[in-house]
């Protein structure tokens, strides 16, 4: 079992920064993927970020040229480093966590509690 514990939400103006830290614990053995998603008020959730174990990343249009993500493998840690902030940005963000039970065949998916970001005008 794997836990995810978010940290770094808040309320900023527009244009700010925000850096959300997710730290992962538990028995991790070998992570697929970390990332980060978001659900606003009455829309769906939806990717924002994400790091695969392989270097890869994934970014939903709305915010590439202004978030980072980034691991530090050994801590099992992600960080979505989030500059030049819009109101639309504004949501509970969801810290995500694959690993593999059977390499390349069978996943386990957890998931944050989630943090508040709040962008205003």
């Known amino acids: 079992q794997v836990q995810l514990v978010e940290s770094g939400g808040g309320l900023v103006q527009t244009g700010e920064s925000l850096r959300l830290s997710c730290a992962a614990s538990?028995?991790?053995?070998?992570?697929?993927?970390m990332g980060w998603y978001r659900q606003a008020p009455g829309k769906q959730r939806e990717l924002v970020a994400t790091?695969?174990?392989?270097?890869?990343?994934n970014y939903v249009d709305s915010v590439k040229g202004r978030f980072t993500i980034s691991r530090d493998n050994a801590k099992n840690t992600v960080v979505l480093q989030m500059n030049s902030l819009k109101p639309e940005d504004t949501a509970v963000y969801y810290c995500?966590?694959?690993?593999?039970?059977?390499?390349?065949?069978?996943?386990?998916?957890?998931w944050g509690q989630g943090t508040q970001v709040t962008v205003s005008s």
């Open positions: 538990g028995s991790i053995v070998s992570i697929n993927t």
């Open positions: 790091l695969t174990s392989d270097g890869s990343t």
């Open positions: 995500y966590l694959d690993d593999w039970i059977v390499p390349g065949a069978l996943k386990n998916h957890y």
